[in-house]
């Protein structure tokens, strides 16, 4: 990545439009071009675009790029172009993570309006959900979830929240590596009191408690819940919720709390062999109160991760 390609991918997180006699004119940004870089395959499609496969001209290594059609004046794009920049800036602001995918630059096409994030190729390329089939060992739970909390670690400490932490947000290496990938729903961290634009974003089924209540004064324990969401779908082999609604998400996380209340645990087949210090680690991920809830340290520098409880 170079130099000018760190620049600008750092810099957009920050950056503000500039006004004219009251009216919000379109950003200029420094962009480099598309154009330097030959589309290859295309990896995957969404609602606003495609990810490809691409090649470098200058330097020949593969990319992925993630291409945002229309961003451009009359384009039928994202509403808020500077929200395309700003998902760079914060996916940038934690580069050098081995579980992060790395953003390498932010270009244009200045003939069509077309935006593009440059972005590592991840070999192999496939989602933690295409993983999910079948319940995993704890030993191989432990290994996934030790990389992705460590790459929550990272994320929270440049004061940043993913808010939309899921198997489809996760990519798998050849090795098995895991990559979080899609900063679209982060944000920067608010300070305490500070409320947020919306109480709910990213995807319904890992939505925290405290959001599903419509707190908008919430922080980087929303991620941590997720992340407990994602531990027990590794564990189950299926989704910890399967609401399709608002409404079916409050009343399924409040009998999930009425269950740990009275019980003391989590009452599925799936958990039956996990071992005391898993279960200290998923209970706290779960846990229904945000200032009690582990934090991606805690997590961390549990027991369930030590030397001692590797075998279980």
């Known amino acids: 990545m170079s130099a000018a390609s760190r620049k600008r991918a750092a810099a957009a997180a920050d950056q503000e439009p500039r006004v004219d006699g009251g009216n919000k004119k379109r950003p200029r940004y420094a962009f480099g071009s598309i154009y330097d870089y030959e589309k290859l395959e295309v990896l995957g499609e969404g609602a606003y675009g495609q990810v490809l496969m691409a090649r470098d001209r200058r330097s020949g290594k593969k990319v992925a790029v993630k291409w945002i059609r229309g961003c451009g004046d009359g384009g039928h794009g ?125 995807t319904m089924i890992y939505t925290s408690p405290e959001q599903l209540a419509g707190n908008r004064n919430y922080g980087t324990a929303v991620d941590m819940w997720a992340l407990g969401c994602v531990m027990a779908e590794l564990l189950g082999g299926e989704t910890l919720f399967e609401a399709e609604s608002e409404k079916d998400m409050l009343a399924e996380v409040s009998k999930l709390r009425e269950q740990i209340e009275s019980t003391g645990k989590l009452d599925r087949e799936w958990f039956a062999e996990l071992s005391e210090p898993g279960r200290e680690v998923l209970m706290g991920m779960l846990a229904f109160c945000p200032e009690e809830r582990l934090t991606a340290a805690q997590v961390l520098e549990h027991r369930w991760f030590s030397k001692s409880s590797v075998s279980a």
């Open 78 to 202: 994202p509403p808020d172009f500077r929200a395309l920049i700003r998902e760079a800036g914060l996916q940038a602001a934690c580069r050098g993570h081995p579980s992060i995918v790395e953003i390498l630059d932010v270009v244009g096409d200045a003939k069509t309006g077309d935006m593009f994030i440059v972005m590592e190729l991840v070999a192999g390329g496939r989602s933690l959900r295409e993983e999910i089939w079948r319940p995993l060992s704890e030993h191989v739970t432990r290994v996934m979830m030790r990389q992705l909390v460590d790459a929550a670690k990272k994320i929270h400490g440049a004061g940043i929240i993913h808010r939309d932490i899921k198997p489809e947000n996760v990519l798998v290496g050849m090795f098995g590596g895991l990559k979080v990938c899609d900063f679209g729903a982060a944000t920067r961290q608010k300070p305490a009191g500070v409320p947020y634009e919306d109480s709910r974003v990213g």
